[in-house]
């Protein structure tokens, strides 16, 4: 499978302001027959994906906690948990459900600085 492929499975599709959700495609899991789960790398990706359309600014660093993995078939929801817009780097966090508590947690910084020059 093709790195084209795997992003078109992680399309996000807009819901209200700042919530998405998406079904979770069984290409995107691991584990043994009867208890697929979504990748943790998937999961990463797709927060990241919600919080760049968020900020509007490239990611720098992100951190995860991943309480509980999606199951296959399940449908995700991604919700926005704090924004801090700053005049060059966005602080911002999300969380991803299915139904009930959080499965993943994802808190990051976006952004770049155009006036600093080449190093």
Not at 19 to 48: E, F, Q
């Amino acid at each position: 499978m093709g790195a084209d492929t795997i992003m078109n499975l992680l399309s996000l599709k807009a819901g209200q302001d700042e919530i998405w959700s998406m079904g979770v495609d069984r290409h995107l899991c691991l584990g043994p027959p009867g208890a697929k789960h979504l990748s943790g790398g998937a999961c990463t990706a797709i927060l990241i994906d919600a919080l760049e359309q968020v900020t509007g600014k490239p990611l720098i660093q992100a951190s995860a906690q991943f309480l509980e993995a999606p199951k296959v078939h399940d449908t995700v929801t991604v919700s926005l948990e704090h924004h801090r817009p700053g005049r060059s780097i966005d602080i911002a966090s999300a969380r991803l459900t299915t139904v009930g508590p959080p499965q993943v947690r994802l808190s990051a910084s976006f952004g770049t600085r155009r006036d600093i020059g080449d190093y």
